[in-house]
């Protein structure tokens, strides 16, 4: 392999908890990725190794083929924007930002002609004497990153650093992360535990959980074929049901068996064979709702179901329904005016439809993951969680 | 955090922490342990420790004499810490809820007797107290007391010293605690229908415990040991352990029964400390992680 | 909501409590007559008495010999100590946590007896050595908690962000973790000064014969000496404690 980052079989363990546990990635010079989880999945240890704060017990980090494993992180070519920027507090902006070429002993009237170019890149210029108590949470994002910048590293690491910001501050900074990302062309590596941010900004994602890569891919092949059920469930929502292989109707489908339903299709990319018991997951976009029975035919499934609860969200609209054993979610967009349509209701009975594609097979989730799930699988009677929620924000 | 790589390792840790640690071993525990040792010794002639064991000098604490100083030592500490409760509570109450810009004030008004010479401020009071001094003159004038009695050399006079040089020790840990208490939950008690007298009763003290505990335990411990406040304010009728300490130590020169008075000291302090340490661990069993 | 005005009277009268008698005892050092128990008129004559004794002086420069010494000794491991405990967590530091907490709850006069005991269990003559030994001793468990409660709040991070940038673990300590705890370390220092300055039981027991410290002077002037000359010397104290207090609080507010 000729990546630019190369984790090779990395392990990490704290007292009994395997944090890292044998992974093995490869990152490309120039590319925007992302370690996305949820806390305590070992993204930020991951990161911590390649800036060099942490040693893996196992393994070893190469960067540009260079074994770094045992290299101080002072000595790499790998700058950090920490998750709460951990600018020196004693020190004025400038002297934030000229602290690397500083104790690079590099001479000090090349050190202020590069951080005046800093300076006015980031805007910065009225303010670089100012404390950085004195500035706002944006301008400290930007004094990080020229902080990290001029220290030209081959590679930039952000840790979680958009978490300390308000939404309207992160979906602007959000922006300019990726315009310095085009700008300067150098590796990004960004540990989040917001999807939104990993799948906005990355070329490619690794979704990790339980010191693991549970899938590894660009932002549209995770989202749309998640590979195991985790993944599905803690990117976006879905709907999982609990069933058996009854036939292999062709290579490409399988019809399940599953209680309270009558068989569904769906596609099968894992080789299954008859028997073998597995989740079928559909997201709650991709089902449709309607009041009178849908066009069938062999590309869909189509079920009914009671609805449970309405809950409107502007620009969309939630439905819990009620199928056999299962709760089901269903989200409709709302691409036309709605007000005059005759709405579905409370306990109306309605029909359900999906694509035969648009369902995966996964293997069962872990019971100690449906926590880190944006909504945990579910059944009837056994939590009404999923009604107080009123969807994902 | 102490696994990562950086300023400090796992691998620093002796090397940062023998210091201070072999120098507390040193000139701490082992004195420490030594007082418990000499109690066992007897005493020579010329003021030394003797050779040889004894259970003499532990036995010689049934002296009759030593129980009534013992008990003495006890209620005057006690009196004085629930005494310096009671006005330092209300005191901390009060600068937890005055107007911000006030609060350094107040607090500098605190501190200042706090890290004022402890001798000074003893003195301070035998001037007041004095005979021939402005209370006795004001008292005497009033016929609040005979002209020729004296308001120093008695328990009385002790306990009020001890109140004066202990209150800053109790104000301050309470006066901590009131700061982090969410006042809120005294408007919700009196939403609720609670009196203001009952909403501080079950609301603000319950809040300020470890506080309450704290400020306990900084006053008790002293006053248990003090010997310069009954020394120099008290009379033959208000001694206490610690004068009885240093008589054995300076005047009488007998080592072995200094230390068999100062055993017993350390186990009237250990007590209470033991005692608070279990109270404070069931209070708040989770409060214990460092984030 | 009305609030009770009891708070108010028991803090007003507790702050009168606090300063009357050293209003009393400054108003007095000013005063002619020798008990105070009437004002004779205006003087400086105490100060002068004072300040031309030379018991006094000899005092003082002991005094702050002393502290200065016990000073540096309990900073330096007062602070390693406290680093210690704030980095660590095993069964030595558990162990280190008690020790340094310790001499904070223990009666003073048993830590003075104890360390006279030591010494003369050791055979070692008393003297200014064993009481700048003794006070090293209680003021390192008063630096350590100061700069413990300092270094809670510090940011490691901060150090991590100095090595990310190229420094090495020594430019990070000097350049990031001395300069932003130097006012915590300040304050703790400053703290020993004054304890030691201050401590009269413990140099008390460790004192040899002939040692003498402002605290010891002090104490054997009020048992036999004359009160005008205390009053005088006590002002002067009272006015070098608060500006200490008003020192220590301002660096303590730019640590903040």
Redesign the interface.
């Known amino acids: 392999m000729s990546d630019f980052i190369q984790f090779e079989n990395v392990s990490r363990q704290y007292g009994s908890v395997l944090a890292v546990n044998d992974v093995s990635l490869g990152i490309g010079k120039g590319e925007f990725f992302s370690l996305l989880g949820p806390s305590g999945c070992g993204k930020t240890t991951l990161l911590r190794m390649l800036a060099g704060f942490e040693r893996p017990d196992s393994g070893r980090v190469l960067l540009d083929g260079v074994d770094i494993t045992e290299l101080p992180p002072e000595r790499r070519k790998v700058n950090t924007i920490f998750q709460n920027y951990a600018l020196f507090p004693h020190l004025s902006v400038r002297r934030n930002i000229a602290f690397g070429p500083t104790v690079a002993k590099r001479p000090r009237r090349e050190v202020d002609e590069e951080v005046d170019k800093m300076l006015a890149l980031i805007q910065m210029r009225d303010h670089a004497d100012k404390r950085v108590d004195q500035i706002s949470g944006g301008q400290k994002q930007r004094v990080a990153i020229a902080r990290a910048l001029i220290n030209k590293p081959a590679v930039l690491l952000l840790d979680e650093p958009l978490a300390a910001l308000d939404l309207k501050l992160r979906q602007r900074m959000l922006i300019e992360l990726d315009m310095v990302h085009d700008q300067v062309g150098i590796t990004f590596v960004f540990v989040t535990h917001d999807q939104g941010e990993a799948m906005s900004l990355a070329d490619r994602v690794a979704v990790m959980n339980h010191g693991r890569i549970e899938q590894l891919g660009r932002p549209v092949e995770i989202y749309e074929a998640p590979q195991t059920s985790f993944v599905a469930a803690f990117i976006g929502d879905s709907n999982f049901f609990e069933g058996v292989v009854a036939e292999v109707t062709d290579v490409e489908h399988v019809l399940l068996r599953i209680d309270g339903f009558d068989d569904l299709r769906a596609f099968n990319d894992k080789g299954l064979h008859e028997g073998d018991r597995v989740f079928l997951s559909v997201r709650p976009e991709k089902i449709r709702i309607s009041r009178e029975q849908p066009l069938g035919g062999p590309d869909h499934n189509t079920t009914r179901a009671v609805v449970d609860d309405v809950i409107y969200l502007g620009t969309h609209t939630r439905f819990w329904l009620r199928a056999g054993e299962y709760r089901i979610a269903v989200e409709q967009q709302h691409n036309r005016f709605v007000l005059d349509e005759q709405p579905i209701r409370w306990k109306d009975e309605v029909w359900l439809q999906w694509h035969v594609d648009d369902g995966f097979m996964l293997e069962r989730y872990a019971e100690s993951d449906e926590a880190l799930m944006a909504i945990p699988p579910q059944r009837v009677g056994e939590s009404n969680a999923g009604l107080e929620d009123g969807g994902r924000g | 955090m102490a696994e990562t790589r950086g300023l400090l390792e796992r691998r620093h840790e002796p090397w940062i922490t023998l210091p201070s640690f072999l120098w507390l071993v040193v000139l701490f525990t082992i004195p420490a342990a030594i007082v418990f040792a000499i109690a066992f010794k007897p005493s020579d002639p010329f003021g030394g420790i003797g050779a040889g064991w004894t259970l003499h000098t532990l036995a010689s604490l049934g002296d009759p004499n030593y129980p009534a100083i013992l008990w003495r030592t006890v209620w005057l500490s006690v009196v004085t810490t629930v005494a310096c409760l009671v006005l330092a509570t209300p005191t901390a109450y009060y600068m937890a809820r005055v107007a911000q810009r006030w609060r350094p004030l107040l607090v500098l008004a605190i501190i200042v007797p706090f890290w004022t010479s402890f001798l000074v401020r003893i003195f301070a009071w035998k001037v007041v107290l004095h005979p021939e001094g402005p209370l006795k003159h004001a008292l005497a004038a009033l016929h609040l007391v005979p002209a020729d009695g004296s308001l120093l050399y008695h328990s009385g006079a002790v306990l009020l010293v001890l109140v004066y040089t202990e209150l800053p020790f109790a104000i301050l840990p309470l006066y901590a605690a009131a700061e982090k208490f969410d006042f809120r939950l005294l408007e919700a008690a009196r939403d609720l229908g609670a009196g203001p007298f009952r909403a501080f009763w079950i609301v603000f003290l319950p809040g300020i415990r470890r506080g309450l505990l704290t400020a306990t335990l900084v006053t008790l411990i002293p006053a248990l040991g003090s010997y310069v406040v009954p020394d120099l304010v008290g009379g033959p009728t208000s001694e206490m352990l610690g004068n009885k300490i240093a008589q054995r130590t300076f005047s009488d020169r007998n080592l072995p029964h200094a230390s068999a008075l100062s055993a017993l000291l350390a186990l009237a302090v250990l007590v209470p400390s033991v005692l608070a340490i279990t109270l404070s661990r069931r209070g708040d069993r989770s409060a214990q992680v460092k984030p | 909501?009305k609030?009770?005005v009891?708070?108010?009277v028991?803090?007003a009268?507790?702050?009168a409590?606090?300063?009357?008698?050293?209003v009393?005892?400054v108003v007095?050092s000013f005063n002619a007559s020798r008990?105070?128990?009437?004002w004779n008129g205006f003087t400086l004559q105490w100060y002068r008495k004072l300040l031309a004794s030379p018991d006094i002086w000899h005092a003082l420069g002991n005094t702050f010999t002393i502290a200065v010494l016990a000073t540096v000794g309990s900073t330096?491991?007062?602070t390693?100590?406290a680093?210690?405990l704030d980095?660590?967590?095993?069964r030595?530091?558990d162990?280190?946590y008690l020790?340094?907490y310790?001499?904070l709850?223990?009666?003073?006069?048993?830590?003075g007896?104890?360390?006279?005991?030591?010494f003369?269990?050791l055979g070692v003559e008393l003297s200014y050595v064993t009481i700048v030994?003794?006070h090293?001793?209680f003021c390192?468990s008063y630096v350590?908690m100061v700069v413990l409660g300092r270094l809670q709040d510090f940011?490691?991070?901060?150090?991590?962000?100095?090595?990310?940038?190229?420094?090495?673990?020594w430019?990070?300590?000097r350049?990031?973790?001395l300069?932003?705890l130097a006012p915590g370390i300040a304050a703790g220092a400053l703290l020993a000064f004054?304890l030691s300055v201050?401590d009269?039981?413990i140099t008390?027991?460790t004192a040899g014969p002939g040692t003498t410290t402002l605290?010891l002077r002090?104490?054997s002037m009020?048992?036999h000496g004359s009160?005008p000359l205390?009053?005088a010397l006590?002002t002067l104290?009272?006015a070098l404690?608060?500006t200490?207090?008003?020192l220590s609080?301002r660096l303590l507010k730019e640590a903040r």
Do not use: C
């Open positions: 909501m609030r009770s009891t708070p108010f028991i803090t009268a507790v702050l409590f606090f300063y009357l008698p050293i009393v005892l007095n008990f105070g128990g009437e330096v491991l007062g390693t100590a680093f210690a980095r660590y967590r095993s030595l530091q162990a280190h020790l340094v310790a001499p709850v223990i009666p003073e006069i048993l830590l007896i104890s360390l006279l005991l030591f003369v269990a030994l003794a090293v001793t390192v350590a940011d490691w991070s901060l150090v991590e962000a100095a090595q990310d940038l190229g420094a090495s673990p430019v990070a300590a350049d990031v973790v300069p932003l004054t201050d009269f039981v008390f027991f605290p002090i104490y009020i048992k009160p205390i009053n006590s104290l009272l404690t608060t200490t207090v008003w609080q």
